[in-house]
């Protein structure tokens, strides 16, 4: 069974801290995702990653950046946190399976910055 | 601005009938459309999937339409269960690296 860990499903944090949101996955998987989910506009993908060290932006990676130095490790890191990132943070590996490309969710980080 | 956009938001049907989401992109180069459920608490998982060099895909009681002229897909669950209650995404990717996700639809299926 693939496993897609999150360090924490609940975070709270005042504005203007540094956070880290860190995800583990354990099948070898090369491309890892970072999404945010919010009410009516679903998930929207933040950043990418196809390789170690390889980083691509999404549609909505501004206040956000991410750091993949291992392969089954992806970290999602908010600079300066702002109310407006208060959401909830979806990460995803991917792989081929049955002709498909499957992502695994891991079960969500819920932000709240106060 | 969402890439892939979804409808309806939410949707209601009684158990035995059928539920239809429909979606649409604008971008050409995705050549890969799958439909993910969410149930509360959880993150989402794989449902069904389609490539656009085939026009319907059908596994159990869940089926894909994908119009390729039109830039459109859909989802139909046939014989609609109350465990099917969940939110279902579409979502489209171009070369595999990486995946647009719908705002999402909120299925109820009432006993």
């Known amino acids: 069974d693939v496993k897609v860990t999150q360090s924490s499903r609940y975070l709270v944090k005042r504005t203007g801290e540094k956070v880290f949101l860190e995800c583990v996955q354990d099948m070898d998987h090369e491309n890892m995702f970072w999404y945010r989910q919010d009410p009516g506009l679903g998930l929207r993908l933040i950043y990418f990653?196809?390789?170690?060290?390889?980083?691509e932006k999404g549609d909505i990676p501004e206040g956000y950046s991410v750091s993949r130095e291992k392969k089954e490790r992806f970290s999602l890191i908010l600079e300066s946190a702002s109310t407006n990132q208060t959401s909830m943070y979806l990460c995803?590996?991917?792989?081929?399976?049955?002709?498909?490309?499957?992502?695994?969710f891991g079960p969500g980080t819920r932000l709240t910055v106060t | 601005q969402q890439q892939v956009k979804q409808s309806p938001q939410s949707l209601i049907v009684q158990k035995g009938g059928i539920s239809i989401i429909n979606c649409a992109y604008e971008n050409t180069a995705f050549d890969y459309f799958p439909w993910y459920q969410q149930f509360p608490g959880k993150g989402p998982a794989l449902l069904i999937a389609i490539r656009p060099d085939v026009s319907e895909k059908k596994e159990g009681r869940f089926t894909i339409s994908f119009n390729k002229s039109a830039k459109q897909f859909s989802l139909h669950i046939m014989d609609s269960q109350p465990g099917d209650s969940a939110t279902y995404f579409c979502a489209a990717s171009q070369n595999n690296n990486d995946m647009r996700f719908g705002a999402g639809t909120r299925l109820t299926v009432k006993p």
């Open positions: 990653s196809y390789d170690v060290k390889m980083k």
């Open positions: 995803a590996s991917m792989e081929l399976s049955r002709g498909l490309y499957e992502q695994y």
